[in-house]
């Protein structure tokens, strides 16, 4: 019921288109197709005889951000993206039946070469080295050269694509490895169906030159064909067929065009001989364009149309065969498709104009519908993916939280350390301090007592000396030092006439003289005779 439902979908879709499609038939008489003055313009029909258009463009662009893989036909219509990834895939290259395509995608981490179902879901990786595969170019014949760094430096490789361990889907290959020189190797890109033998490819060197180099893969061997002193050749593209055969004196041989952005003037694009017969003429395929070409591409459907994407992103067709006709911008003049790598190649839903524009419609119809249903699963992938970034920022900001919170206790414990070995430092050091105070202390009075005793054991030993002098001289030899007498208990105190303090000051000699007196009877009656006398007198004093 499901898949009745989405068919009768993609009917309504597909019939609206017709209708309208056809309903602009009718209003107008002429078509708006792309443009050869660079603006939108009407065109006749009649610049369909220039050009061949009927074929697919494939392109990578960055026009949504990252790179993808975009296609459209010949006219510059029915774009439509065909990669959807969010990582980058870049240069396509489209099978010689159209029906699939090659390109670099880092969807992994590092480049691989991605093989594409056209207009379906299958692919898968044919390469998956770990290092970076990228440029490939699908040949003529099934195999693919691409170049790789698994060695260090960029080579050429080769490798078969269908009946690989990768397409069944049981393992892994390894490419054959093409050039083994010690600068790089890019752009490889192979001969027409009439010469698959061959390749060419650009080779970088140290000193900033490119050479646009040959390869015969069935004499495996090398030669130089273009070389360049200013690092600006590039995008070597064979002619489907034979040759472009300007002027060529050795028309059989393999002929490509490539871009040398060293030249002057306003065209960038030439053709040359590959070498054979040591014939290495080229010259330059005059383009009026306003700008310069990046990359060109040439169908297998058409030996003079050249596809081409201009170095501001543009894409557009010119000839070969008839230069004097101006090449077009696709679809209009105006579109800026940001367009790098190009390739053209067959569509293989287009039958005409008519069935280009059915085909044209159908795969709008499978393009909505594809893109429907791609965008319901890039909405359910990216809600999916949002809310793993939201459980992922929660968790994360959780565990910040917490580190902080572990960082900001560690650094209180260890500011309160901190503090406490500070303090304990501050007491130690007082302590210290009054320690060293005290010692000191005890030192000086130490010193003090012993200075004390040095001195008093001088004075002593100098008043030795000095009373052992010999001879005459001195202070006392001249005055006898008076000496002095202290009371020093009560009964030294008593007297006649009333006691004497202890410590008063009496005359040493009249204390031992007075003793004696006391003791000589004589002196003790004359002492007698005078009391007498005297308390007589006193006594007389009194009766008056």
């Known amino acids: 019921m499901k898949k009745i439902s989405k ?46 258009m009927d074929g697919l463009i494939l392109f990578d662009s960055n026009m949504n951000g990252n790179w993808d893989i975009y296609a459209m036909d010949g006219q510059g219509r029915n774009l439509r993206q065909l990669t959807f990834s969010t990582s980058d895939e870049r240069w396509p290259s489209l099978s010689p039946d159209g029906s ?54 960029k080579d050429i490789f080769l490798k078969n694509i269908w009946g690989t361990p990768e397409e069944m889907g049981n393992g892994q290959s390894q490419g054959v490895q093409m050039t083994f020189d010690s600068n790089d190797d890019t752009e490889p890109a192979f001969g027409g169906e009439y010469y698959d033998g061959i390749f060419a490819f650009v080779r970088t060197f140290s000193n900033g030159n490119d050479n646009i180099m040959a390869y015969d893969i069935n004499e495996f061997r090398e030669w130089p064909v273009k ?23 050795n028309p059989d041989q393999p002929q490509f065009l490539y871009i040398d952005d060293s030249q002057s003037g306003i065209s960038n694009l030439f053709w040359s001989n590959i070498g054979y017969y040591d014939d290495y003429g080229s010259d330059k395929i005059n383009v009026r364009l306003p700008g310069k070409i990046e990359h060109v591409s040439m169908t297998p459907d058409d030996e003079c149309t050249i596809a081409f994407s201009t170095q501001d992103g543009k894409i557009g067709l010119l000839s070969h065969c008839q230069q004097n006709n101006n090449p077009i911008l696709l679809p209009d003049g105006n579109s800026n498709f940001r367009a790098s790598k190009i390739d053209y ?28 249903q791609r965008q ?66 005890e030192l000086e009075r130490q010193m003090m007592e012993e200075q004390d005793e040095f001195d008093r054991q001088r004075m002593e030993q100098q008043r030795e000396m000095m009373g052992r002098m010999e001879g005459s001289g001195g202070r006392d030899d001249y005055f006898e030092p008076d000496e002095k007498c202290f009371i020093q208990d009560e009964e030294e105190g008593r007297g006649l006439f009333g006691n004497m303090q202890i410590g008063a000051v009496v005359d040493c000699e009249g204390g031992d003289g007075l003793r004696e007196r006391f003791e000589d009877p004589t002196s003790l009656a004359m002492l007698g005779l005078v009391v007498t006398v005297g308390a007589t007198l006193l006594q007389m004093l009194r009766g008056n």
Do not use: C
């Not at 019939?15 to 008489?29: A, M, R, T």
């Not at 002429?30 to 050009?51: G, P, Q, R, T, W």
């Not at 280009?356 to 594809?370: A, I, K, R, T, Y």
């Open 7 to 52: 068919n009768l979908l993609k009917l309504s879709i597909l019939s609206l288109i017709l209708v309208f499609s056809f309903g602009l038939n009718l209003d107008k008489e002429s078509k708006l197709l792309a443009s050869s003055n660079f603006n939108v313009s009407e065109i006749d029909l009649e610049i369909y005889d220039n050009f061949y």
């Open 100 to 153: 699939h395509y090659a390109y670099s995608s880092n969807q992994d981490g590092n480049y691989n070469i991605v093989i594409q179902e056209l207009d379906g879901d299958y692919r898968f990786n044919l390469t998956h080295n770990g290092s970076n595969e990228i440029q490939p170019d699908w040949g003529p014949y099934e195999q693919i050269l691409y170049v790789s760094d698994v060695n260090g430096n």
């Open 227 to 249: 070389n360049n002193t200013q690092n600006q050749t590039h995008s070597p593209e064979f002619h489907p067929y034979e040759s472009f055969v300007y002027n060529n004196l």
């Open 345 to 372: 190649g067959r569509n293989i839903n287009n039958g005409g104009f008519m069935g280009g524009m059915m085909g044209g419609m159908m795969d709008m119809g499978n393009s909505m519908m594809g893109s429907m």
């Open 376 to 441: 319901d699963e890039m909405m359910r992938e990216e809600m999916e993916r949002q809310a793993e970034l939201d459980r992922e920022r929660n968790e994360m900001m959780r565990q910040q939280m917490e580190e902080q919170e572990r960082m900001d206790r560690e650094r209180m414990e260890q500011q309160m350390q901190l503090d406490e070995e500070r303090a304990r430092m501050d007491r130690e050091r007082i302590e210290q301090q009054m320690e060293q105070d005290r010692e000191r202390m």
